[in-house]
């Protein structure tokens, strides 16, 4: 599920080839369930484009992604994604 939630997040912040980003996730929680279990991620970021010197390219915008958590809910047949209370920042 870290590696799902950290793409996701990673697509979401990405603005083409000359992207700047700084992202990290961690796993604050796994609990097993009857049916499967339960993992929480929490995700922060941002980015930036920066091109280089002499580039068409031009300078974009700052995308933020706030501090964010979500559980996953997983069993043999199903995934679901839903938020709950966001958890202190990844550093």
């Not at 970021?45 to 706030?66: K, M, N, Q, R």
Request: with cysteine; charged share 20%; proline share 4%.
């Amino acid at each position: 599920m870290y590696e799902y939630e950290y793409r996701h997040v990673y697509n979401g912040l990405w603005q083409g080839e000359h992207t700047q980003m700084t992202l990290a996730c961690r796993i604050d929680a796994v609990t097993d369930q009857s049916w499967g279990y339960d993992v929480i991620v929490t995700c922060t970021g941002s980015s930036t484009t920066d091109p280089p010197a002499g580039s068409t390219a031009t300078e974009g915008p700052i995308a933020d992604y706030f501090t964010q958590s979500y559980r996953y809910s997983v069993s043999a047949d199903a995934l679901e994604r839903e938020s709950v209370e966001n958890r202190e920042p990844v550093s």
